[in-house]
């Protein structure tokens, strides 16, 4: 096969300058909310979003991550010269099992201009933030677009590599004479696109529960896997929470600023290594107070949990076969009811929230086989010493 031939026309230069003025992206209502609205089983997605909040957390230059704005994820960074940079990111997370290509790319919806993929990337920029745009996938792409996976600064990704060459002459052929409103081409979106191949959401899950523990431990507060899982679990509702809120609401719910973010890591590790270490029943009997129970349910509480940790001690060698899966039960139970709290999907104050939980183990001890002993007091007291671990709260708190 002949090699197509490399225009002259077609250099990889600076960008256009324009004498036009544009205005912030933190500053204009998205061009639309569909993303907001449609939501629903995006779990892939906020996983995504959740790796950016880490990174975030790790790396001081980006400043602020957008969930659902003016693209899917929109990331705010600093560069060492003090120029901010919007990335704007597309995630795909339902595609078809084979590879990216570049007719992929470029397809239009119902031959409309402006639907395709790389349009609708390319549109991002019209604001007074440089823009970089990245694209994130489940399935791999073709050797044609392999060169977009490597990063922006890689040694094999000059401005005038040939592979950089052939791939604008190969969209620009599909899409003629698309441009952005700051008069930017082809040329320009793929010297500042990187394609990410991510797997499925349980390996990103993974992936950003191993970030986590890395974190802890940098800051010198390690945490258990446990305590890990609770972390990324929060992290997850505020991607969630940021998704589903309406710029028109308020746009500070749709965007996480970094000094926020840390001021939330840095109380959240400390009362949950606090928690570790502290007088058993202390904790627990703060959050019930912070969830203004009475006084009477929590003598009752700490004595449940009592309860629980004699009968866990007396049978750490030889659990009745049920325990472990018990517990994994009250754990899986209370962090749906507290994701729920915390991005919205449940309004109910503390007193109503507890209630909640009481009422789902209930729901889990009843659904045990008929004749079985009665294990509510077992499952309540494993959710209050949850609690009392700092693994669980009763309100909503602080995001």
């Known amino acids: ?68 704005t003016h693209d899917d994820i929109v990331i705010l960074r600093k560069t060492d010269s003090s120029e901010t940079i919007a990335e704007y990111v597309q995630v795909k997370g339902s595609e078809e099992d084979k590879f990216w290509s570049v007719a992929d790319l470029c397809v239009r919806t119902k031959a409309k201009v402006g639907t395709s993929i790389y349009e609708t990337s390319l549109a991002r920029d019209r ?72 797997q499925t959401e349980s390996i990103n899950k993974q992936g950003n529960l191993l970030r986590v523990i890395k974190l802890s431990v940098k800051d010198g507060r390690t945490l258990l896997p446990e305590q890990a899982e609770t972390v990324l679990g929060e992290l997850q509702s505020k991607a969630k929470t940021a998704g589903d809120a309406k710029w028109s609401s308020g746009k500070e719910n749709k965007i996480l600023e970094r000094a926020a973010l840390f001021l939330w890591w840095e109380k959240r590790l400390q009362e949950l290594t606090d928690g570790a270490g502290s007088a058993s029943g202390g904790k627990l009997a703060g959050k019930m107070n912070s969830a203004q129970l009475p006084s009477q349910l929590i003598g009752l509480a700490k004595e449940l949990r009592r309860d629980y940790s004699s009968v866990s001690r007396i049978s750490r060698y030889s659990p009745p076969e049920d ?77």
């Open 127 to 198: 604001y007074s933030e440089k823009s970089h745009f990245r694209l994130v996938t489940l399935r791999p792409v073709v050797q044609e677009l392999r060169i977009l996976t490597y990063s922006r600064d890689a040694s094999n990704r000059k401005p005038n590599d040939p592979k950089l060459i052939a791939l604008v002459t190969a969209i620009e052929q599909r899409c003629p004479g698309v441009k952005s409103a700051k008069a930017q081409t082809a040329t320009y979106w793929i010297e500042n696109c990187v394609w990410e191949e991510r």
């Open 323 to 399: 325990e472990d899966e018990l517990r994994s039960k009250v754990k899986a139970k209370v962090q749906s009811l507290q994701s729920s709290l915390i991005c919205g999907e449940l309004s109910a104050d503390g007193v109503q929230f507890h209630d909640l939980c009481l009422k789902a183990m209930d729901e889990i001890n009843s659904e045990r086989v008929a004749g079985a002993p009665d294990r509510a007091a077992f499952l309540k007291g494993c959710m209050y010493d949850i609690a009392d671990r700092c693994l669980l709260r009763f309100e909503k708190g602080t995001v």
């Open 1 to 68: 096969m002949a090699s197509t031939p490399t225009p002259k026309s077609t250099t990889l230069s600076s960008p256009a300058s324009s004498p036009m003025t544009f205005p912030s992206v933190e500053d204009v209502a998205p061009v639309e909310e569909g993303g907001p609205i449609a939501r629903t089983g995006f779990n892939y997605q906020d996983e995504i979003a959740v790796g950016f909040l880490l990174e975030m957390l790790e790396d001081p230059a980006v400043l602020k991550v957008h969930c659902e």
